[in-house]
């Protein structure tokens, strides 16, 4: 009997598994994160969720004007002055990608 016939099966629900999770896991992207969250954040970590958010709506991040203006959307949306806030200003439990009219290609 061969017995790596009985492995295939499980070796492929395996990969099929891991396939479906890494996809999925791509769909909490920065856009998920929460106002929140976002006031939480450090510089660094607030840097690099815009440039996440830029990238995900297919927006230049190396662009001033598309970093100014998702800037100041999101800090406007969510009422974030400052750095170390635990929580923002206003429309915490909501997600990033609602601040942001993402249909334009440019600020």
């Known amino acids: 009997m061969n017995t790596t016939a009985h492995f295939r099966p499980a070796a ?31 510089f660094s970590q607030r840097q690099s969720t815009e440039r996440d958010l830029l990238t995900a709506h297919d927006l230049d991040q190396n662009s001033v004007g598309n970093t100014l203006g998702l800037l100041n959307a999101l800090n406007s949306y969510c009422g ?4 170390g806030s635990e929580k923002a200003g206003q429309n915490g439990s909501s997600t990033l990608d ?3 009219d993402w249909s334009a290609k440019n600020w």
């Open 80 to 83: 974030v002055s400052g750095l």
């Open 12 to 42: 492929l629900t395996t990969i099929v598994g891991i396939a479906a999770a890494l996809i999925l896991s791509g769909c909490n992207g920065a856009g998920s994160t929460t106002c929140d969250q976002y006031a939480a954040q450090s």
């Open 98 to 100: 609602n601040a942001v």
